[in-house]
């Protein structure tokens, strides 16, 4: 059996509301209370809408500002069932809490914590009753497991409001143990504990990764079933998530950690690095050498050593490694000038870990250089050659074609499968076109199919499913779906198909025998597939590349997946926009 999903989705709606009143909580945190018809159920453009919905302790709204003041230009686009994030030069997102949803009054209060910069902490200093501000989300809500026998909330002042929201809300009858750092005894707020609960406050300054850990370390591990969440601002919460899962061994579902914001500033050593390389460098174009030693430096588990043994020197780190030291000294000039370690080159006893060398403890962060995408990356350098005689950077590079490899790897699609959890978000327009009402069997394949198994879960649908993917993908996809002993997991006839994204890493050959396989067992299929760059994106310039890395085309727009269609005997009934970028195109056999 798999595990409880961890998140239940919720439709995303833009909303507009209004400032009802401003107050201030504490010194550190201002209050605003915000209301409005949009909090209802209300229809825009002819479509309807769910009232609001924020049921989660630590769920979270995107609020949309503008930095030329033109908030209208900065909007998304409203679709029926989803968000569309249109290219918008100045708009400015921020991610908020609801401290409190009051139904009945129509209300919402998000709690701003007072710190002097920031657009977000800006327009709540500004903020004036009937003054408008635009919203969207939430887009899920955290699951907690059901029954425990104490609940540890971790968190710095921007983590308040949750922390807040879930004592007066209680969504677990358990003891909670609370752990807040403050930059001041002036941020402390009363909060509702019941007997057996907890609260720790520590001064210290705020992103202080060290005050951080070392309360955690210092919290009771209590015995029993228990959970733990934690969000502050995300560098200083990486040696507290590698505690939590290397030493206090919480398993995954026992464990959310979130950062909830980033510090940008540079610490001194670091800036002088940046603006050292930046001097070094061609101007406008980076070297792929801090990238590439980054990656051997994660390969090698220099990284890794550094933070479980700090201090260690140059000859002692090439012997834990098994290493030749003058190796490791062709890595550590560079990766000192680059922030991964510090000690290499100014005279300290022993190597640590720098700033970014802190930020690849993350498994996110490292897999930019190790991962799925890194692989993705070094086929690139087969780009010239394949855009001159055709064919994938991937195939030059391995051999053969991205399926083939990943069909064969469970590791690599198991990849796949997390980079597609996103996609039960997006879901929502497809879950609820007309086409289920009369679908009794649904077939399923793709690294999204377990996505495709949870919205339709979320929505009500019911349909028997049944699983059309190769040995590696079914044993890895058993672990992601909801219910796992209500699939069929052989391929066969059914009402409906869904591919989802099952096309992003194949050829148009493989994609054209897929879509023909497909039309053995049913004559409805649906393709869901990204079609151009998800506008949010930092990265929406390279999608195209990647696409292109792993497929030898680039992103399927509408017509080019009506070609794949037309080519394998399908024809297009229609295409539901699902937002960012991703699209549902609806096959009928011709």
Same mark, same amino acid.
């Given at each position: 059996?798999?595990?409880?999903?961890?998140?239940?989705?919720?439709?995303? %709606?833009?909303? $507009?509301?209004?400032?009802r009143s401003v107050h201030q909580v504490t010194p550190r945190m201002r209050r605003v209370v915000l209301g409005g018809e949009e909090l209802a159920a209300f229809t825009r453009d002819g479509t309807g809408h769910p009232a609001f919905a924020a049921p989660g302790f630590d769920d979270h709204i995107k609020l949309i500002l503008a930095a030329d003041g033109d908030v209208h230009a900065a909007l998304p686009a409203q679709l029926p069932h989803g968000i569309e994030w249109t290219p918008a030069e100045h708009r400015l997102t921020r991610d908020y809490t609801p401290r409190r949803v009051d139904p009945e009054a129509g209300e919402l209060h998000l709690d701003f914590v007072v710190h002097g910069d920031g657009p977000a902490e800006a327009w709540s200093a500004a903020a004036r009753e009937g003054d408008e501000l635009w919203f969207v989300g939430p887009k899920s809500s955290l699951r907690l497991p059901e029954r425990l026998d104490w609940i540890q909330l971790v968190g710095d002042e921007t983590a308040?409001?949750?922390?807040?929201?879930?004592?007066?809300?209680?969504?677990?009858?358990?003891?909670?143990?609370?752990?807040?750092?403050?930059?001041?005894?002036?941020?402390?707020?009363? /909060?509702? /504990? $019941?007997? #057996?609960?907890?609260?720790?406050? %520590?001064?210290?300054?705020?992103?202080?990764?060290?005050?951080?850990? @070392? &309360?955690?370390?210092?919290?009771? *591990?209590? +015995?029993?079933?228990?959970? %733990?969440?934690? =969000?502050?601002?995300?560098r200083a919460l990486l040696p507290v998530r590698r505690y939590l899962q290397r030493e206090r061994k919480l398993p995954k579902d026992r464990l959310n950690v979130t950062g909830y914001w980033h510090r940008e500033e540079a610490p001194a050593a670091e800036a002088e690095a940046t603006a050292d390389a930046a001097v070094r460098e061609p101007a406008g174009i980076p070297s792929p050498l801090p990238w590439l030693v980054a990656r051997a430096a994660l390969q090698l588990g220099v990284v890794d050593a550094v933070a479980d043994a700090p201090g260690l020197s140059a000859e002692a780190l090439a012997t834990r490694l098994g290493v030749s030291e003058p190796g490791i000294g062709v890595l550590l000039p560079l990766l000192s000038s680059y922030g991964v370690v510090v000690g290499a080159d100014d005279g300290a006893p022993g190597l640590r870990l720098g700033p970014a060398g802190e930020e690849l403890l993350d498994e996110h962060e490292r897999e930019e250089y190790t991962g799925h995408e890194a692989e993705l990356l070094l086929a690139l350098t087969h780009l010239a050659p394949a855009l001159r005689g055709g064919g994938s950077p991937w195939r030059l590079a391995s051999g053969g074609t991205l399926h083939e490899a990943v069909a064969q790897d469970a590791e690599r699609y198991g990849e796949l499968v997390e980079e597609c959890e996103q996609l039960v978000f997006l879901l929502g327009g497809l879950t609820a076109d007309p086409l289920w009402e009369s679908i009794g069997t649904c077939l399923l394949t793709g690294p999204g199919s377990a996505s495709v198994a949870a919205a339709l879960d979320d929505a009500g649908r019911r349909p028997r499913l049944r699983v059309a993917e190769d040995t590696v993908p079914v044993a890895v996809l058993r672990g992601?779906?909801?219910?796992?002993?209500?699939?069929?997991?052989? +391929?066969g006839p059914a009402d409906v198909a869904v591919a989802a994204k099952a096309l992003a890493h194949r050829t148009d050959?493989? @994609? %054209?025998?897929?879509?023909?396989?497909?039309?053995?067992?049913?004559?409805?299929? *649906?393709?869901?597939?990204?079609?151009?760059?998800?506008? /949010?994106?930092?990265?929406? =310039?390279?999608?195209? /590349?990647?696409?292109? @890395?792993?497929?030898?085309?680039? !992103?399927?727009?509408? @017509?080019?997946?009506? &070609?794949?269609?037309?080519?394998? #005997?399908?024809?297009?009934?229609?295409?539901?926009? !699902?937002?960012?970028?991703?699209e549902a195109t609806v096959l009928r056999r011709a």
């Open positions: 059996m798999a595990a409880q999903r961890a998140y239940t989705t919720h439709p995303l %709606v833009l909303r $507009r509301v209004t400032v308040l409001p949750a922390i807040g929201r879930f004592l007066d809300e209680r969504p677990l009858d358990a003891p909670a143990h609370v752990l807040v750092t403050v930059s001041d005894e002036s941020a402390r707020q009363e /909060l509702a /504990l $019941r007997e #057996g609960d907890t609260v720790t406050w %520590v001064v210290a300054e705020p992103g202080d990764a060290e005050a951080l850990e @070392a &309360a955690v370390r210092a919290l009771p *591990v209590e +015995a029993g079933e228990g959970y %733990v969440w934690a =969000a502050a601002e995300s992601h779906v909801p219910a796992p002993d209500r699939i069929d997991w052989t +391929a050959e493989e @994609a %054209v025998l897929l879509l023909a396989r497909l039309a053995g067992w049913t004559r409805t299929a *649906v393709l869901v597939e990204a079609s151009r760059p998800d506008g /949010l994106s930092p990265h929406a =310039a390279e999608a195209a /590349l990647h696409a292109y @890395a792993a497929t030898g085309s680039p !992103l399927r727009d509408s @017509a080019a997946i009506a &070609a794949l269609a037309h080519w394998s #005997g399908w024809e297009v009934e229609r295409t539901i926009a !699902l937002g960012w970028g991703t």
